[in-house]
């Protein structure tokens, strides 16, 4: 006798899946294979980052895969480490096979550095919302913001987030100060280095949303009153040269009105170039608005707004 019911779907026995894991990642290293066995039999979703890891660099040409040994956060997909979008979509495509996650294509849009995918696919992995996007910044922006202007600014671009914020400059070779730094050998200058983390620390007391940053009224740093008073263990290992591309990143360690201590470290194509333990800086809010400029009572809640137009320094 014939049954009207649809066949009950068998599903894969655990050495059928461990036939498929292995054929799946069969380029990619022992290590990385072992992770994805071990987070199918647990769910482990520490095991996450050595997954995704372990599938990129499968993906990488030879010569930059060492570049994933050690810290390698900052590392950028395409500057620094040539991951074009085709690859990237690659990537992701295998990794949603081995954790049984989905990712949306619009949220690869985000993922710049490889601190964003495993902070990505990390959250996806434990079921958590996706981190919550960087604001960015392009070179006008900034300007508009920062209390330094050209030439004396270090920053084209900037990325801010809670818990860091990132930029980067180019070495154009125009700079004033190459042309007596050093006698036909121009050498970006360590301590500008350093000048242009402390310029990254100011952005971020200006854009981010620290929780130790108040909110509110007086809330609202005042870019004229930001300055760097000390540096400790400071390191520079590489000299950087016109056509070289910094990336900087800074981590908020304290803050506390009115100081502010950052880690920080700069990087050119993926090499270390300069690292400073701590770098703090001063900082004050600007001053509630006076009641007689305030109309209706009601704005007296809202925050005061920030300089329209390019702040300026104290001398």
């Not at 042309?179 to 242009?196: M, N, T, Y």
Request: aromatic share 6%; hydrophobic share 40%.
């Amino acid at each position: 006798m014939m049954s009207n019911t649809e066949p009950i779907p068998t599903q894969a026995k655990p050495h059928d899946e461990e036939a498929i894991i292995r054929e799946s990642l069969k380029r990619c290293s022992a290590e990385t294979i072992e992770a994805a066995l071990q987070f199918r039999l647990s769910g482990n979703p520490d095991l996450a980052n050595t997954i995704v890891i372990g599938i990129l660099t499968r993906f990488l040409e030879p010569e930059q895969r060492p570049k994933l040994q050690g810290e390698s956060d900052h590392l950028r997909l395409m500057d620094d480490l040539g991951v074009d979008s085709l690859t990237m979509v690659e990537v992701i495509m295998l990794v949603e096979e081995i954790l049984h996650v989905s990712i949306k294509n619009e949220d690869l849009r985000d993922l710049h550095t490889i601190g964003d995918v495993k902070g990505y696919v990390n959250a996806i992995a434990r079921g958590l919302p996706p981190p919550e996007k960087p604001v960015r910044l392009g070179i006008a922006e900034i300007a508009e913001i920062m209390p330094h202007q050209p030439p004396f600014l270090f920053l084209q671009d900037a990325e801010i987030r809670p818990a860091e914020a990132r930029g980067t400059y180019k070495i154009s070779g125009q700079e004033f100060f190459l042309s007596g730094h050093f006698k036909d050998r121009p050498v970006f200058p360590a301590s500008l280095q350093i000048e242009a983390l402390g310029q990254l620390g100011v952005l971020f007391l200006l854009k981010g949303k620290h929780p130790d940053i108040a909110v509110g009224v007086p809330g609202v740093v005042d870019a004229t009153k930001i300055f760097l008073t000390s540096c400790d263990g400071v390191r520079c290992t590489r000299i950087c040269r016109p056509d070289d591309i910094l990336s900087l990143t800074i981590h908020p360690k304290r803050i506390k009105h009115p100081l502010a201590i950052f880690e920080g470290a700069i990087t050119v194509h993926g090499e270390k170039a300069s690292f400073v333990e701590e770098i703090a800086l001063t900082f004050d809010y600007l001053p509630p608005p006076a009641v007689s400029e305030i109309s209706d009572p009601g704005q007296a809640e809202a925050p005061a707004a920030t300089p329209s137009g390019p702040a300026t320094s104290e001398p």
